[in-house]
Structures are given as structure tokens and as C-alpha cells.
Nanobody, 121 residues
Framework: QVQLLESGGGLVQAGDSLRLSCAAS????????MGWFRQAPGKEREFVAR????????FYADPVKGRFTISRDNAKNTVYLQMNSLKPEDTAVYSC??????????????WGQGTQVTVSS
């Protein structure tokens, strides 16, 4: 299995930037497709972004396209989420996740506990 630990969340103002990090341990990082999800108060968890094993392919949810960038450094066993032009509606607990499969049909296999991002007006 793999253990995931997020960091980098905090309280910022609208328009500011944050970079979240997710450090993986326990298994070889490169075997996993990695994703970021978020859950706002009173809402269900939603997909934010994913990145392929090599980092060559990425995909984003519409609300964050053009503002967020997912990346990974396999030498450091870490995946990142660069968040620019943050909006109050981005406020949520952000979690990283890992999956063995290339298919979006199946779910993710491992989850971090999440880091809080709060964006004030």
C-alpha cells in the first residue's frame, strides 16, 4: 500500500496562490496515477485534477481549468497542486489520492487525510 500526506493548505485572500503537496510513502510512487479532490462544507467530494504516472498527461475539472496545475516529481515521490487566482468557492478540504488503474471507471485505491484551503473575499 501507499501512505499519502498532504500539506500546504492555509487561509488566503481571493486572488492569492497556494501550492499543495502530497508526499507518498510505502510503495513505488511511479506505479500510481495521482489525483486531487476537494470537499466543500455541505457538499460532496469532487474531482479536481489527475496526472499520469510519468506526468506527461493531465486532466482538470472545468471550475479549475486555467487556474490550477497538477504536477509530480517522481524522484521526490510527491505530487503538487499549484492553485492560482483562488476564489472563495475554492474553499474546501483538498485530498490527494492514488490508483493503480489507468481507467476512470474504477475508483482510487488510497487517500490522504486532506488539507484545509480557505479563501476569503
Amino acid at each position: 500500500q501507499v501512505q499519502l500526506l498532504e500539506s500546504g493548505g492555509g487561509l488566503v485572500q481571493a486572488g492569492d496562490s497556494l501550492r499543495l503537496s502530497c508526499a507518498a510513502s510505502g510503495r513505488a510512487f511511479t506505479i500510481f496515477v495521482m489525483g486531487w479532490f476537494r470537499q466543500a462544507p455541505g457538499k460532496e467530494r469532487e474531482f479536481v485534477a489527475r496526472i499520469s504516472r510519468s506526468g506527461s498527461r493531465t486532466f482538470y475539472a472545468d471550475p479549475v481549468k486555467g487556474r490550477f496545475t497538477i504536477s509530480r516529481d517522481n524522484a521526490k515521490n510527491t505530487v503538487y497542486l499549484q492553485m492560482n487566482s483562488l476564489k472563495p468557492e475554492d474553499t474546501a478540504v483538498y485530498s490527494c489520492a492514488a490508483r493503480y488503474s489507468d481507467s476512470d471507471v474504477g475508483g482510487y485505491d488510497y487517500w490522504g487525510q486532506g488539507t484545509q484551503v480557505t479563501v476569503s473575499s
